[in-house]
């Protein structure tokens, strides 16, 4: 009888310790993402880009949408990506579908109505969700209160803007409504790429 009580304590013992192993290696994972080089995204290609590809750039971040009231806001992105990227600056065309189906295409669709459009030459990137259950790792990083305590936040509607530092961090967030031209935009930009 002790042997089958002492063989029942063991085995409670092993499962409680297999199962406690992947919630501490998944909480090891999270604690090691410290900045937006950390993640990959897939491109409108469909192929695999680290974004520690832009480590010593000044990043900007768009979920951006086809048919959305402020699609025509790929032209002022065009217009600054063209005036400051030979400053190390570059834009990351995030499509996603998230609100009122306003980015139903396919990447290849949104490939070529945004080159067609816009003549966009920003890197692009293949279509992700950016709030919601299925939320991609990227946004869920950008928008979590604890990663990022002062520009956290669920993405409100398309355009909304993140701009990372040349080191990976996160030093602003613009809403939908600020044109990326805009005098806010630019003075935040500007003063990211002098330093």
Known sequence: ??????????????????????????????DKVK??????????NGKDVKLKHYRGKVV?????ASKCGY????????????KYQGQ?????????????GQEPGTNEEIKTFCSTKYNVTFPMFSKVSVKGDDITP?????????TNPEFGG?????FNKFLV???????????????????????????ALKQ
């Open 154 to 158: 669920d993405i409100t509607w398309n």
């Open 60 to 64: 900007m971040l768009v979920n951006v």
């Open 1 to 30: 009888m002790i042997k089958k009580i002492l063989f029942a304590s063991l085995m409670v013992a092993s499962l409680a310790m297999a199962s406690s192993a992947p919630a501490k290696e998944e909480s090891e994972k999270t």
């Open 88 to 100: 190390g600056f570059v834009i990351l065309g995030i499509p996603a579908n998230n609100f009122g």
């Open 165 to 191: 530092d040349r080191n990976g961090k996160i030093i602003a967030r613009f809403s939908t409504k600020d044109a990326p031209e805009s005098e806010k935009v630019i003075q935040t930009l500007e003063a």
């Open 35 to 44: 900045s937006v080089y950390d993640f990959a995204i897939k491109d409108i």
């Open 138 to 146: 990227l946004y869920k990083f950008l928008t979590d209160k604890e």
């Open 71 to 82: 699609t025509p806001q790929y032209e002022g992105l065009q217009k600054i990506y063209a």
